[in-house]
């Protein structure tokens, strides 16, 4: 990793409500990078082509996602095969999930000057939540403890797309992905389009409260790359006028 600069110089840690009250006096100089967007979206082919050029430029760079806390991911992955366990449980399990990646990886890396670059974050986390019928102020402050990104990308894809990407990718469709739990459809295939369809919808939502950049996830994965890369270039480089936050 190149020595710290200007834009690497430490800043205070912004939390979008109440934080981790012994950590908001630390400092970062890293850089957190959220990629947003549905199943088959692209989000992890884009994490690890922008992960290259970024090491590549001499960046220190870690990868997160969801699941995949070494508390609580196993319960999870157990509770969705089940599908028993109710849509707030879930919400607080998956919050769960989060707070011990931010704590325990997140934040350490930050400290240390690493770029992040999360496959997906608490955004997916509250629409499917929210579409669910758990209100959207109680979301908020379940995920209050949550560090605001840096950078926050949504890759928009017309669900008749996923679904298309999703068999290339796999024989059959997702249960929870499809919506299945909400009896939205007798059809799986039409869940997924509906259920996708009010997910976008979500994220749409909270585009302006949470500064997601909305970004043409239908073109080529080259295309979507040169759109990422140049807008994370233009911000890492950007010394420090680059904002915590957006």
Known sequence: MTNPTRQQMYQPIKFYAHGIPYLKDDKIRGRLIVIEGPDAS???TQIELITSKLEADGHAVVNTGLK?????SEGILLAQQSHTMGKRTL????AADFADQLENKIIPALEAGYVVLADRYIYTLMARAVIRGLGRRWCHNLFGFALVPHLVFYLD???AELVH???L?????DYYESGADMGLSDDMYESFIIYQGLLAKEFYKMQKRYGLVIINGNRTIQEINMDLQKRIDSFLGSGSNGKLGL
């Not at 919400?91 to 998956?94: D, R």
């Not at 990718?169 to 469709?173: A, I, N, Q, T, V």
């Open 68 to 72: 995949r806390s070494e508390l609580v």
């Open 169 to 173: 990718k796999r024989s059959s469709l």
């Open 157 to 159: 894809v017309d669900p």
């Open 91 to 94: 919400s607080l399990f998956y």
């Open 165 to 167: 990407r999703v068999f």
């Open 42 to 44: 692209g989000r992890s």
